[in-house]
């Protein structure tokens, strides 16, 4: 078994959700700075997103330099419709919202055509075995072993596991970013996993699977 692949413990809910609402908090004091007239402060959301803004538009487009683009366009839109901005959502999930559309409004405008993974046949338990992967890798692994894989996904499905496991956006969450409802999100993820495995089984040493599949019983 390769080294690169163990077990980390699991983060719990509670410092998950003070974690939050500490965010939601910082952000909406920055929002509040930005609509009383100190636009300064709108760099510190800007640093805050543009990682993840970035990387959403580079799942999508497939193209880093439509990706940068897409991603000013992006901060460009909520800087100019902040005061719409009701606290409703998460900041973030209002963000990444902006980011699928513009990124839409790109793919729309060139016509192109988008990549298709086929699935392969696989069972219940393997597809659960690549979600236990996703879910226990340590972030430095994810990083270095997945994504690149998850770059050769069509654009939504790289897009939705992006947001589900590396932002950990809920089903209701990426509902409201892409405009579906959450159990079609849900059957989107399901199918989004399984491409992911095709690919991950052509790229990825065979021992990860194995190991988490023993892990897993």
């Known amino acids: 078994m390769s080294k690169y692949f163990y077990f980390i413990s699991v983060t719990t809910n509670t410092n998950s ?21 100190n636009t300064n ?22 193209n880093r330099e439509e990706a940068e683009e897409v991603s000013q366009d992006t901060f460009i839109k909520v800087f100019k419709s902040l005061q719409k901005f009701k606290g409703d959502s998460k900041f973030s999930t209002w963000i990444y ?5 513009t990124c839409l ?32 890798m340590v972030e430095e692994e994810r990083l270095l072993a997945i994504q690149d894989c998850i770059n050769f996904l069509p654009n ?21 970013i ?3 409802s959450a159990n079609h999100v849900k059957v989107k993820l399901y199918r989004s996993r399984q491409k992911l495995a095709t690919i991950l089984k052509e790229r990825l040493e065979p021992e990860m699977i194995e190991y988490y599949e023993r892990e897993k019983k």
């Open 17 to 37: 959700s003070s974690k939050t609402e500490m965010t939601i908090k910082q952000d909406q004091y920055y929002i509040d700075q930005v609509l009383e007239g």
């Open 41 to 62: 402060a709108f760099t510190i959301l800007v640093d805050q997103y543009k990682d993840l803004v970035f990387t959403l538009a580079l799942r999508m487009l497939k």
């Open 97 to 101: 919202k902006v980011a699928y559309n």
């Open 105 to 136: 409004d790109r793919i729309k405008r060139n016509k192109r055509q988008q990549q298709v993974v086929a699935i392969d046949e696989y069972t219940e338990k393997y597809v659960k075995s690549i979600d236990n992967a996703l879910n226990n």
């Open 156 to 176: 939504d499905d790289g897009f939705l596991l992006t947001l589900y496991y590396f932002e950990e956006q809920s089903l209701a969450e990426i509902s409201n």
């Open 178 to 180: 892409v405009g579906i």
